[in-house]
């Protein structure tokens, strides 16, 4: 099989150094496609210097030195290269220029995750992933003799993860859902750093027999019909009561619309009686399967729009005054949670003045979406294709099940031969 990339050890005569020497560089070449890039190193000489240590056979005693300081750069580089399957000049730079030892450090790990998902603008799950590399330097801290700054792959046993949770559960008094969220981002650098051949598969500590994460049962975040009911006919007491609970009902009304998304929504995407987008979720994940949302409006979300809207900006500005089109992705993102803060903290003082869970925030509107629509008679399907779900057993969560009036008049239906 022909090689993937050529490896090779050149003096760089393009343009000559001050002192009349050229800088030696590293290249890697690969065929297919055809691609080279080119890496500096320490050492300069003169063309006649290079001829005498590197591209002849048999140089004199006083250079081989150095020309194995030169060779020990090129085996390195094969080193990495071996590594790569498939071979990629991408995976090759981020592996050369990393420090000895990078690859199984799970700190740095975690670090280059966050950097690719920040320059993904994924700032959700690059706080999250955060939060979890946080978590686990505040566990080293407890453990005598461990410095906090090391954490290898090798460190990370089954039984390292059952002292953690039980660290971050009993200790830190986290819940079980927040363990297993960060425990699953570690699964992940594990099954990258797999992939990488950072790490032998026989190290993975996740699975039968081995460490799982602890699994939460779902609590459903759905309103019943009276109880939607009742929050829509409440009166605010505040101005700021009234926009939450706008917004609130405008996500519920069209298909469960996440906070974000209603954010991220222009004036192109309103199209007559009706809203078509892409759910920023999906962007980065489905590239090669986006699949449009489409949301028809009703009286009271043509109301909310007429209400909040930027109804007279150009096709490319925001639907609603969230952001700004100058705003940079990690000023969206803290105006995005801000405004889904506002939602929720003035939604929970109108619910409990009106008798109603203070646990309620954006999410329930999505959760109540679902669960109204399939209690009013659509299809687990529709409701799938309504929320941009890629698959079934996600929708099926989101459906708080029937209510007991529903379950007493199927009964009663069922004796009427």
Same mark, same amino acid.
């Given at each position: 099989m022909q090689n993937q990339y050529f490896i090779s050890i050149f003096l760089d005569?393009?343009?000559?150094?001050?002192?009349?020497?050229?800088?030696?560089?590293?290249?890697?070449?690969?065929?297919?496609?055809?691609?080279?890039?080119?890496?500096?190193?320490?050492?300069?000489?003169?063309?006649?210097?290079?001829?005498?240590?590197?591209?002849?056979?048999?140089?004199?005693?006083?250079?081989?030195?150095?020309?194995?300081?030169?060779?020990a750069v090129e085996l390195k580089?094969?080193?990495?290269?071996?590594?790569?399957?498939?071979?990629?000049?991408?995976?090759?730079?981020?592996?050369?220029?990393?420090?000895?030892?990078?690859?199984?450090?799970?700190?740095?790990?975690?670090?280059?995750?966050? /950097? $690719?998902? &920040?320059?993904?603008? *994924? %700032?959700?799950? @690059?706080?999250?992933?955060?939060?979890? #590399?946080?978590?686990?330097?505040?566990?080293?801290?407890? /453990? $005598?003799? &461990?410095?906090?700054? *090391? %954490?290898?792959? @090798?460190?990370?046993?089954?039984?390292? #993860?059952?002292?953690?949770?039980?660290?971050?559960?009993?200790?830190?008094?986290?819940?079980?859902?927040?363990?297993?969220?960060?425990?699953?981002?570690?699964?992940?650098?594990?099954?990258?750093?797999?992939?990488?051949?950072?790490?032998?598969?026989?190290?993975?500590?996740?699975?039968?027999?081995?460490?799982?994460?602890?699994?939460?049962?779902?609590?459903?975040?759905?309103?019943?019909?009276d109880n939607l009911k009742q929050l829509f006919e409440v009166d605010p007491q505040t101005p700021e009561q009234k926009k939450a609970k706008d917004f609130w009902f405008f996500s519920y009304g069209c298909n469960g619309m996440n906070i974000k998304d209603i954010a991220l929504l222009k004036n192109e995407n309103l199209q007559g009686d009706k809203i078509i987008f892409y759910r920023a979720k999906t962007i980065n994940t489905a590239k090669t399967d986006l699949k449009p949302v489409t949301v028809y409006l009703t009286d009271f979300t043509k109301e909310v729009i007429k209400n909040y809207a930027n109804m007279n900006s150009e096709k490319k500005e925001y639907l609603f005054p969230i952001l700004t089109t100058k705003d940079t992705e990690t000023v969206k993102h803290t105006k995005i949670k801000n405004f889904t803060r506002f939602i929720n903290q003035n939604l929970k003082k109108l619910a409990v003045i009106n008798g109603l869970t203070d646990e309620i925030s954006t999410y329930w509107a999505r959760?109540?979406?679902?669960?109204?629509?399939?209690?009013?008679?659509?299809?687990?399907?529709?409701?799938?294709?309504?929320?941009?779900?890629?698959?079934?057993?996600?929708?099926?969560?989101?459906?708080?099940?029937?209510?007991e009036t529903d379950k007493r008049e199927l009964m009663q239906k069922l004796m009427n031969f």
């Open positions: 005569c393009r343009r000559a150094k001050a002192n009349g020497k050229y800088p030696v560089k590293l290249r890697i070449f690969t065929p297919n496609p055809r691609k080279q890039k080119l890496y500096a190193t320490k050492f300069e000489f003169t063309e006649k210097e290079f001829q005498s240590i590197w591209a002849t056979a048999k140089p004199r005693t006083e250079h081989k030195e150095v020309r194995n300081e030169i060779r580089a094969e080193e990495v290269a071996k590594s790569i399957l498939p071979f990629s000049l991408s995976s090759f730079e981020k592996k050369y220029l990393r420090n000895k030892g990078d690859g199984s450090n799970i700190i740095y790990q975690y670090n280059e995750a966050v /950097k $690719k998902l &920040k320059s993904n603008n *994924s %700032l959700s799950t @690059a706080s999250n992933y955060e939060l979890a #590399l946080k978590s686990f330097i505040e566990f080293l801290k407890t /453990k $005598k003799g &461990k410095a906090h700054t *090391s %954490l290898t792959f @090798a460190d990370v046993t089954p039984d390292w #993860l059952q002292k953690y949770e039980n660290f971050m559960i009993n200790d830190l008094k986290r819940s079980r859902t927040t363990v297993s969220m960060y425990v699953r981002t570690l699964r992940t650098i594990f099954n990258n750093a797999i992939k990488e051949n950072d790490v032998e598969p026989e190290m993975y500590p996740f699975g039968k027999g081995k460490y799982q994460p602890p699994t939460v049962r779902n609590v459903k975040k759905a309103f019943s019909k959760h109540s979406f679902a669960t109204s629509a399939i209690r009013s008679g659509a299809s687990m399907e529709f409701v799938m294709e309504a929320l941009s779900h890629n698959n079934l057993k996600t929708t099926q969560n989101y459906f708080a099940g029937f209510e």
